[in-house]
């Protein structure tokens, strides 16, 4: 398994400024993740964040906007700028950990960071 | 685009079982899960299936996978009031050269003492 902190865990922010999150994970893995949950929906995959290399945006999701970093195996960043109220979401890290059995994937999550943008 | 789809609400008496459905469109999903977001947290992770498998058992929790279906559901025995929370299903599809977590709209489970 992994255990995931994020900060902060929650933030107001005037619309206009930036925030940026901090995902921590206990052991090293290649494979991580940045998601939204807007109030009341599922979650939406915002990007992939492998170490060493730019990471990958889903559709809707610009780099301008999303700015990550993944400086190492353990840590990653999102940033989201110039904030707007539609930007007010859960946004949650995740990590993907195989088992160490062949074909066994497991991903988990952080206990995401609450934005409101006022 | 791939799609997983769950029912909205599910209420049960304290004790009963639960059972939660999902249906999702990629016949090649090797993998789906199940997880628990309890109010103000994170998802949890609260057990998998492989593709090549039609049950799974754990403590409680018991996964039946239909693959002609596409019907995935997650039943809960002796339900207790610590077991209301949002839980949602995922399938790991291949996409855009990588696999990706597709996830259902969540089910409210709401267990009533």
């Known amino acids: 398994s992994a255990v995931i902190s994020q900060k902060p865990s929650r933030d107001i922010c005037q619309r206009g400024t930036s925030l940026t999150i901090q995902c921590q994970v206990d052991?090293?893995?290649?494979?991580m993740f940045w998601y939204r949950q807007q109030p009341g929906q599922s979650l939406t995959l915002i990007a992939t964040?492998?170490?060493?290399?730019?990471?990958?945006?889903e559709s809707g999701f610009v780099i301008d906007k999303f700015p990550i970093s993944r400086p190492n195996l353990t840590f990653s960043t999102l940033t989201v700028s110039n904030m707007s109220p539609e930007d007010s979401s859960i946004y949650l890290c995740?990590?993907?950990?195989?088992?160490?059995?062949?074909?066994?994937?497991?991903?988990?999550f952080g206990p995401g960071t609450r934005l409101t943008v006022t | 685009g791939e799609d997983v789809e769950q029912s909205l609400f599910l209420s049960v008496r304290e004790g009963d079982s639960s059972v939660i459905n999902c249906t999702y469109t990629?016949?090649?999903?090797?993998?789906l899960y199940w997880y628990k977001q309890e109010p103000g947290a994170g998802l949890q992770l609260l057990t998998y299936?492989?593709?090549?498998?039609d049950m799974k058992q754990d403590q409680r929790l018991t996964v039946l996978l239909n693959k002609k279906d596409k019907h995935l559901s997650l039943r809960i025995a002796d339900t207790q009031t610590g077991d209301s929370a949002i839980y949602f299903c995922?399938?790991?599809?291949?996409?855009?050269?990588?696999?990706?977590?597709?996830f259902g709209s969540g089910t409210r489970l709401l267990v009533r003492p």
């Open positions: 964040a492998n170490q060493g290399s730019e990471a990958t945006y």
């Open positions: 995922a399938e790991r599809s291949w996409m855009d050269s990588s696999y990706k977590l597709i």
């Open positions: 052991s090293q893995v290649t494979m």
């Open positions: 995740s990590v993907e950990a195989g088992t160490g059995q062949a074909d066994s994937y497991e991903q988990y």
């Open positions: 299936i492989f593709s090549n498998m």
């Open positions: 990629d016949s090649s999903s090797t993998y």
